[in-house]
């Protein structure tokens, strides 16, 4: 399978556990998202990354939410002190910043239980 | 504030009847927008986007700068068009508070 790969794909953990996921984006591709679904939501824009650049953080990350794409490859999203209101299921996208060109590829995601 | 809404939370046809999904936008720049949809268990995926003005698997959606509007069509709909389908803006679009979003999404059940 070369898409976007998302692990674990599911993950339940408890109130004020750290968590951590991995995205494997297409290989060429230099940008990476990171999304957020809540059941009846669209996907809401977490972060972005171009390369191992992270660009782009929204307001919906808090200080407890972070990420990485340390080589300009995978990436990971932590979560620390998990509350019950991370419970979602958690995107991964890729793309190729290439002119004209910006569709995005997602993954399957991580659904989060938060106990 | 900016942003990208459907206001239709469920669309309920029959097959072979025409289908409309609305988006409309309110954020300020050149709109580029796209549709992407979700099959029952299966992972989001790009339908369609404006700039390349092509109809795929039937749909087509037209930019409407005058009523800020991004509406997805079908005039024949068929059982496998039911999903969910998101209205999106590009990600290099910066929206207010920081907020880069899709629309809620409309849920298409085509019924036989």
Known sequence: DTGVSQNPRHKITKRGQNVTFRCDPISEHNRLYWYRQTLGQGPEFLTYFQNEAQLEKSRLLSDRFSAERPKGSFSTLEIQRTEQGDSAMYLCASSLDRQGENIQYFGAGTRLSVL | ?112
């Open chain 2, 1 to 112: 504030a900016q942003r990208v809404t459907q206001p239709e939370k469920l669309l309920s046809v029959f097959k072979g009847a025409p289908v409309e999904l609305k988006c409309n936008y309110s954020y300020s720049g050149s709109p580029e927008l796209f549709w992407y949809v979700q099959y029952s268990r299966q992972r989001l995926q790009l339908l369609l986007r404006h700039i390349s003005r092509e109809s795929i698997k039937g749909f087509t959606a037209d930019l409407n700068k005058g009523e800020t509007s991004f509406h997805l069509k079908k005039p024949f709909a068929q059982e496998e068009d039911s999903a969910m389908y998101y209205c999106a803006p590009p990600i290099m679009i910066k929206a207010a508070g920081n907020k880069l979003t899709f629309g809620g999404g409309t849920r298409v059940l085509v019924k036989p």
